[in-house]
């Protein structure tokens, strides 16, 4: 079975971090802000993951350490989450909406 | 010789001053008879120890108080000396003083302000012992400014007067004019003496020493010694009653006859002559001065006694007396003969005392009364003050032997060897005395009564401590002259010798026949003077109303004193009135306009500032502020709290510095 190249993996995690952007800059809702930057992670995440796969040597030591990068994104992405998601809701009780372009108190 | 008696000869009277000025009115009326009077005698009794101490070591007593004054250029000592002219003055002064504060606690016994009089005479006794004893002529000059004071605040002791006070002004200023002009000779002397010699000093002793180098300095076109002593001549014209300025001292008799006699008879008055006799080495270096000296004092002599001629007033007939006097021992300094100037003041102090205190002894038996014309036949009613009073008229005359005809006689025949006109002014001065002395003898105890008999029952002797006083000074009048006998009698001339060591003495030469001749004229017009006062007011040989209607014009500008103090008022007074409107006005003017005129141009000056400030400044300031003001505006177009557009920026920044790191670094590298 011939396996997947490199590039194919590339190729989804910069599709995946394209429609994150796309999600953070375009949607409205604060909650979908969110799930476009879980996007843009994970696409990262994948950039490591397959860079280590397709490292030179197994036994370098970057083949592992973009595995272990990938885990800590997972575990940034959870930390974050739960951070930004009180966050929104302490602002949702202050504005009464989650419309990001109402937050613009921080406006010059 | 070190001697610290001198200082506690001024301390007496002084703490006696003060303390009857604060105390008086407690300690009653007798307890500052006593404490004034004692300090004064007890001043005497240290005077005439120290005297004693001065015969017995033949040295100057000397004492340093304190360093008073401490420069770079000077030092000046509190500091008083006793040399034989001192002694012969603070016996005087100390002597016929405490003789006149005894008189004066009877004088005075019905005064309210007892303790004024006392206080300010006591205060007087002080300063005039300073003006003799310093050794210095600038504590010299302390003393001569508090005489001044003194006699002003005596002048105008009666003061609810409004007459009164204004004498004691006039007094004050116009010995102001001769301060003024006397400082300006000392400091001269001091300058000149300093820069010729290096020695800069008021100490009599070195001014005695180095004051020959002020001789070759010309000044003003005179020798710096004419100068200097020409300016203290004027000093002491204002303080010896001289011309010009002998104005005040006939108004001078506006306080109380005891203040007359002390200071304005036989002490202060005096002090110009003592001044000239201190510095006499000065004096002799100043012809041309010494020539000024003999005409002013020659002409005040005669002057004075013309205006005492006519006055009806017996103390304006004693004081035009004084003046005329003081003009005699001025003609002595004049010539040269300052030891027959200083036996004039001694005599004079004796005689004159006398006069003006039994003028007072009249005044207090006649109940204040001082015009001659209401007396008259006095005689039997005051026969203590009439005698006493005879024996100054004959003092001052000038008859064997009497005091004043010894000092009289030593001084014309100083005179003729010197000049003939001043001499026969001195002739004519000494007729003319002789003749007023015994107008006012005859006019107040002699002739017909004039008073009315509820006053003439009212007239009574003095009391014994008033006539006590006047007999002690009418002896002293009588023997005072013995102690410098005429050249020709071969007798005494203790005091010309006694003065030696301190003050230059010119001995007369000429025959003894024409000094003979010449006392016997003085004698003979001294008596006839008296004689005609004797036809005239007596005898009432001519009728006086009669004289007085033939010399109408005569008369008329002796009574009124020549117009002086007319003249005086026209030209010094109104003149320095006129002189400070006329400065008033060109302050109003001119120094107004001037003031105004730069306030106006400042309040310009400070209004373009302003404008500079407010436009230009302001301006710079708020355009700085503007600029930012507006690119802040656009900037903030940015800022616009759209967190997406924010994160767009960042994305497409990022993007824009990827592309160009890829461009320029990835493919280029």
């Known amino acids: 079975m011939e396996m997947a190249g490199l590039h194919s993996y590339l190729l989804i995690a910069a599709f995946l971090f394209c429609a994150g952007s796309a999600c953070v800059l375009m949607k409205r809702n604060v909650i979908h802000m969110l799930m476009g930057v879980e996007l843009i992670f994970n696409a990262s995440a994948l950039n490591f993951v397959a860079f280590s796969r397709f490292a030179p040597s197994q036994l370098d030591v970057f083949a592992i350490s973009g595995q272990v990068v990938a885990l800590f994104v997972i575990v940034l992405a959870a930390a974050e989450a739960a951070v930004a998601l009180a966050l929104v809701l302490s602002l949702f009780q202050m504005i009464k909406s989650s419309d990001v372009s109402k937050m613009s108190s921080l406006k010059g | ?669």
């Open chain 2, 1 to 669: 010789m070190e001697n610290n008696l001198l200082l506690w000869i001024i301390l007496c009277p002084l703490i006696s001053s003060v303390v009857v000025r604060l105390f008086g009115k407690t300690l009653g009326r007798k307890a500052v008879h006593w404490v004034a009077s004692g300090s004064v005698l007890l001043s005497f009794a240290l005077a005439v120890t120290s005297v004693a101490q001065f015969v017995g070591s033949h040295h100057i007593q000397v004492h340093k108080v304190f360093l008073w004054l401490d420069t770079d250029l000077f030092q000046t000592w509190v500091g008083f000396q006793l040399d034989s002219l001192s002694c012969l003055m603070v016996c005087i002064i100390t002597g016929v003083g405490s003789l006149i504060h005894i008189y004066s606690t009877g004088y005075m016994a019905h005064e309210k302000a007892f303790e004024r009089y006392f206080a300010y005479l006591n205060l007087f006794m002080a300063m005039m012992l300073t003006l003799v004893l310093a050794d210095n002529a600038l504590l010299m000059f302390v003393g001569w400014e508090g005489v001044g004071l003194c006699s002003y605040l005596l002048i105008g002791f009666y003061y609810s007067d409004h007459q009164n006070a204004d004498a004691g002004k006039k007094a004050f200023v116009v010995n102001r004019v001769g301060d003024f002009a006397f400082i300006i000779g000392l400091l001269t002397l001091f300058w000149t003496m300093g820069i010729q010699t290096g020695v800069w000093s008021f100490d009599f002793q070195d001014i005695k020493e180095y004051s020959w180098a002020i001789e070759n300095v010309h000044l003003f076109g005179v020798s710096a010694a004419v100068f200097v002593t020409l300016m203290m001549f004027i000093g002491a014209t204002g303080k010896s009653a001289q011309i010009p300025l002998y104005v005040w001292l006939p108004d001078a008799m506006a306080g109380p006859t005891p203040v007359s006699a002390l200071i304005h008879a036989a002490t202060m008055v005096t002090s110009g002559i003592y001044l000239i006799s201190r510095l006499s080495f000065l004096f002799d270096m100043a012809p041309a001065t010494l020539h000024v000296i003999a005409w002013i004092g020659g002409l005040t002599a005669l002057f004075a006694a013309t205006i005492a001629l006519v006055q009806n007033d017996i103390k304006k007939v004693l004081a035009y007396s004084t003046v005329s006097q003081l003009g005699y021992m001025f003609l002595a300094c004049g010539v040269g003969a300052y030891a027959s100037g200083m036996f004039h003041v001694t005599t004079h102090a004796f005689f004159k005392a006398l006069l003006f205190l039994a003028a007072g002894s009249v005044i207090h038996a006649c109940h204040h009364e001082q015009d001659m014309r209401k007396m008259g036949q006095l005689k039997s009613k005051i026969p203590s003050t009439y005698k006493t009073y005879l024996i100054g008229a004959i003092a001052i005359s000038g008859v064997f032997p009497f005091a004043g005809f010894f000092s009289k006689d030593e001084i014309l025949w100083q005179v003729w060897n010197h000049s003939k006109a001043l001499w026969i002014i001195g002739l004519v001065t000494a007729g003319m005395t002789a003749f007023y002395m015994f107008r006012s003898v005859f006019l107040t105890f002699w002739g017909d009564r004039r008073m009315d008999d509820h006053h003439w029952n009212q007239v009574h002797e003095s009391p014994a401590s008033m006539t006590a006083v006047l007999w002690i000074l009418a002896g002293l009048s009588l023997i005072g002259g013995w102690v410098w006998w005429p050249g020709f009698m071969q007798l005494s001339s203790f005091f010309p010798h006694w003065l030696e060591s301190s003050v230059v003495v010119h001995h007369a030469h000429g025959s003894h026949a024409a000094e003979i001749s010449l006392t016997l004229i003085s004698l003979g017009v001294a008596l006839s003077g008296i004689a005609l006062a004797y036809q005239i007011y007596v005898r009432k040989l001519f009728s006086t109303q009669k004289l007085k209607e033939t010399l109408s014009f005569v008369h008329r500008c002796l009574e009124h004193k020549y117009y002086v103090d007319e003249a005086y008022e026209k030209i010094w007074v109104q003149g320095t009135k006129k002189l400070s409107q006329s400065f008033s006005i060109f302050d109003q003017r001119i120094v107004d306009g001037v003031v105004n005129w730069t306030s106006r141009a400042l309040k310009f000056c400070v209004f373009v500032m302003g404008s500079f400030d407010r436009f230009v400044v302001d301006g710079l300031v708020n355009l700085s502020g503007y600029i930012t003001a507006s690119i802040g505006l656009m900037v903030r177009k940015i800022q616009n709290g759209q967190i997406q557009l924010y994160l767009a920026t960042m994305l497409a920044a990022c993007g824009v510095l990827t592309a160009l790191w890829v461009k320029y670094y990835l493919l280029q590298g």
